[in-house]
């Protein structure tokens, strides 16, 4: 079964993404037709080359579409068109959701991810959305640093109506973990969702305690985690790839989450990641609530991004 296919919550989200994407200064959904006017030549193969740099879409992948699109049509008015379809064909193959296989319980989700970039409110999100599902979620509290991270997820867990597993303050991280997982399988719970301290990759003693968590879930269930899900936070920009990268080499990434797509009019991030990552793309968050939350699709982010200018 498809976990967190897109539901009726999600209609409007297409609306709100294209809208707050866009918010501030436009990019690739303000004057492309205009751009292409004259029909394709080397001066607007620059200025677009110049567009898809400012908006984060990166070196590579920029490269890629000027070609793709050089190769691909000299008439202006098809320009759009085309560029629509190489974006498409590059987002596509990272949509790819979350599945829940039914044989794997608890099914354990590992949030991972640098200070401050989402983790904690999409660990909420997501026991929100599972229990909408009919799930039952366990949530640990693996941010033992801050207090406060603790109050936020008893928050998330009240309103979802997930348990949420804590220790001590300072407690050890993998030993919340295990706890979680305990009581997930004494319960037969279905999902367990970790939320860890935010990190930097280049701190290695915090890498290598988060290595450590992820043995102890590993020694739990040598399956799990089912899902280690890196939290990128988009306005990053070309940061949030050197994230993805060490995070990746260090622990086996195996899904992403951007938020705070709502928080840059340079949401060619996901593009860039599409180009260098082969990391699907689970969800993309566009604010704070839970309806700013959905499965990520190409379709929908490409229509979003290269928008009809007369819609
Ligand atoms: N605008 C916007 N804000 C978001 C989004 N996702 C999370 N936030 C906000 O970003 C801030 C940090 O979110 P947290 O979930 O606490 O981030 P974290 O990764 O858990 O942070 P640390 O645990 O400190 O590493 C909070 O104020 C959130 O409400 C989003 O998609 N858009
Ligand atoms: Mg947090």
């Known amino acids: 079964m ?10 409007g989200f297409f609306g709100r993404l294209r809208s707050r994407l866009n918010r501030g200064r436009a990019w690739l959904a303000g004057d492309l037709a205009g751009l292409f006017a004259g029909g394709i030549d080397a001066e607007t193969l620059e ?4 567009e898809l740099l400012l908006a984060d879409v990166g070196v590579e992948a920029t490269q890629a579409l000027v070609d793709a699109l050089q190769r691909s ?5 098809d320009a759009v068109e ?5 974006v498409l064909e590059l987002l596509d193959p990272l949509a790819r959701p979350l599945d829940i296989p039914n044989g ?3 099914f354990v989700i590992l949030a991972v991810g640098v200070n401050g970039t989402g983790k904690t409110t999409t660990v909420g999100k997501l026991a929100h959305r599972f229990v909408a599902e009919g799930r039952s979620v366990v949530i640990a509290a693996a941010d033992t640093f801050r207090a406060a991270a603790v109050e936020q997820l008893a928050e998330w867990g ?4 997930a348990t949420v597993v804590s220790q001590a303050d300072r407690a050890d991280p993998a030993a919340v973990v295990h706890d979680a997982l305990a009581t997930a399988r004494a319960r037969g719970a279905d999902v367990v969702i970790a939320d860890t301290a935010g990190r930097l ?3 290695a003693g915090l890498m290598d305690e988060l290595a450590k968590i992820h043995r102890v879930v ?17 306005s990053q920009g070309q940061n949030a790839l050197v994230q993805a990268e060490r995070f990746n080499d260090r622990l086996g990434v195996t899904g992403l989450a951007i938020t705070k797509l709502d928080g840059t009019a340079r949401g060619g991030i996901v593009i860039a990641i599409a180009r260098r990552l082969a990391l699907p793309i689970r969800f993309v968050a566009i604010g704070e609530a839970i309806e700013d939350f959905a499965v990520f699709s190409a379709g929908e982010f490409t229509d979003a991004l290269i928008g009809d200018r007369a819609a």
């Open 2 to 11: 498809l976990s967190g296919s897109t539901s009726e919550g999600d209609s």
């Open 47 to 50: 200025a677009l080359e110049t």
């Open 73 to 77: 049509t000299k008439n202006g008015e």
């Open 82 to 86: 085309a560029l629509r379809g190489k």
């Open 104 to 106: 794997a319980k608890p």
């Open 158 to 161: 009240r309103r979802a109506g």
């Open 201 to 203: 990759h280049s701190d």
């Open 218 to 234: 590993s020694r739990f269930d040598t399956q799990a985690p089912h899902e280690t899900l890196l939290v990128l936070d988009a």
